[in-house]
T-cell receptor, first 113, second 109 residues
């Protein structure tokens, strides 16, 4: 157990639907990062939050949004889902920024049918 | 887009042998990190080397960094079956940690 908790572990949904992925960072970590991993695109950085504020944005689609709550847990919302959104979505946390190693959760495997 | 590129894409070695993989990147970095991922699971942080460091060790791992060549290498000594995994280098730039495509290492018993 890495200390980063992601739920659900698996999600199967239909095209056009909306889902919410949840992440609880490791205790004491203020930064949360979301990544998408697919066979064709590899690991893609989506977005980072630090203590509730958006810090950096990567290749995140407009159909996707995220937020970090006062208790530091984060949610990634994916809407108008397409087949190509099927991927592993990872959340990671760190005590600071990019000068610290990241602790990854075990991921949410999203399958869009 | 991915900042780092690992080489080779795949590596198969006998248990007890050393495994070496390389990472090249394109822009200046604050630090470079290596991660391991067992099939379909989360990534595990192995080691971080700062841009002003040239070499770092952690157990059976040895990482080198050559900023003039924009490259890094990860050496795993005396490999074990449990080292079978994908290994990713990740570079930091502009608050972002960008991962390469990874090297898949298979350790044969």
């Amino acid at each position: 157990d890495s200390g980063v908790t992601q739920t659900p572990k698996h999600l199967i949904t239909a095209t056009g639907q909306r889902v919410t992925l949840r992440c609880s960072p490791r205790s004491g970590d203020l930064s949360v990062y979301w990544y998408q991993q697919s066979l064709d695109q590899g690991l893609q950085f989506l977005i980072q939050y630090y203590n509730g504020e958006e810090r950096a944005k990567g290749n995140i689609l407009e159909r996707f949004s995220a937020q970090q709550f006062p208790d530091l847990h984060s949610e990634l919302n994916l809407s108008s889902l397409e087949l190509g959104d099927s991927a592993l979505y990872f959340c990671a946390s760190s005590e600071g920024g990019v000068n610290y190693g990241y602790t990854f959760g075990s991921g949410t495997r999203l399958t869009v049918v | 887009s991915q900042q780092g590129e690992e080489d080779p894409q795949a590596l198969s070695i006998q248990e007890g042998e050393n495994a070496t993989m390389n990472c090249s990147y394109k822009t200046s970095i604050n630090n470079l990190q290596w991660y391991r991922q067992n099939s379909g699971r989360g990534l595990v942080h192995l080691i971080l080397i700062r841009s002003n460091e040239r070499e770092k060790h952690s157990g059976r791992l040895r990482v080198t960094l050559d900023t003039s060549k924009k490259s890094s290498s990860l050496l795993i000594t005396a490999s074990r079956a449990a080292d079978t995994a994908s290994y990713f280098c990740a570079t930091t730039n502009d608050y972002k940690l960008s991962f390469g495509a990874g090297t898949t290492v298979t350790v044969r018993a």
